[in-house]
């Protein structure tokens, strides 16, 4: 591990350890292969970061060619969900548009009735198989969006740092999926969002840097997980909080924290990326 990339380590250490709740944090270089993980194989809920594996599994049907992206899917009263989206607000029965459009619903805004769409579509207990089959153990899709019979019952879902940036690492370079199932899953991940669903990683970013991730929040716990496309340093990083403090209503200690993170292991990147490794600039 280098000196600079070891100091990085340290203070995103520090940042975790002065949060008031818990932070979990995972970094990897997708060039040299450096890993760094505080709380790394903490378990913290996942909320809508789950979507990602439910667009993987999308994929993996388009590219089968047992699900046709361009299907009409009518919109129907079962379909809406609360929470996140837009789909809750249409009038059912009068919205018919191709499945590839719920797809980029459910990534780009975040939409709950769509994503339980997928759900039914391609079904839990598949979604969990690829899932398992990505070497995950703690990562687990157990319920609907926004189901709080299934939560009241004991169900949730939940994932780790490590398990999430071994997910991005995988889209990045693929070794059980295809090529162009990572490949459309990327594309579908760094399109622009906006408000909350935009996440801290991209705030911590330049504009002119791209970036591909999902975020996610529920009650008490919010996250945000990617591929920084940081020229000739890409990287992975998984930010994670939990035990948001109750005072806390709308998170914003909570996001200004895991932003803080994100923007010290930019800085790192965009240093190691403009120099060379005995830190003359290039």
Request: proline share 5%.
């Amino acid at each position: 591990m280098s000196l600079l990339f070891r100091k990085l380590c340290v203070r995103l250490g520090e940042v975790s350890e002065r949060y008031e709740g818990v932070m979990g944090v995972a970094v990897k270089d997708l060039t040299t292969g450096e890993y760094f993980a505080f709380n790394g194989d903490e378990v913290f809920p996942v909320a809508s970061t789950i979507k990602v594996p439910i667009l993987i599994e999308f994929y993996r049907r388009v590219e089968a060619k047992t699900l046709d992206p361009m299907m009409p899917v009518a919109y129907i009263e079962g379909h809406k969900a609360g929470g996140s989206g837009v789909m809750k607000t249409l009038t059912p029965g009068a919205v018919t548009m191709p499945l590839i459009d719920y797809a980029t619903l459910m990534i780009n805004v975040s939409d709950n009735s769509t994503t339980n769409y997928f759900i039914d579509l391609l079904g839990m207990d598949q979604i969990n198989a690829l899932i398992s089959k990505l070497g995950l153990r703690e990562t687990r899709l157990a319920r609907k969006m926004m189901d709080l019979e299934a939560f009241n019952a004991g169900k949730d879902s939940f994932t780790t740092p490590r398990e999430l940036i071994a997910i991005f690492e995988e889209l990045y370079k693929p070794k059980i999926l295809s090529q162009f199932v990572c490949g459309e899953t990327l594309k579908m991940l760094g399109r622009p969002k906006e408000g909350m669903v935009q996440g801290v990683i991209r705030n911590a970013v330049p504009d002119s840097v791209e970036v591909a991730d999902k975020s996610g929040w529920v009650g008490g716990a919010t996250l945000d997980a990617g591929i920084v496309h940081q020229p000739r340093r890409p990287y992975a990083v998984a930010l994670l909080t939990k035990h948001i403090h109750a005072s806390d209503l709308h998170m914003v200690n909570a996001l200004n924290t895991l932003t803080d993170a994100a923007r010290l292991v930019h800085a790192y990147f965009e240093e190691v990326s403009a120099s060379t490794p005995q830190g003359r600039k290039l």
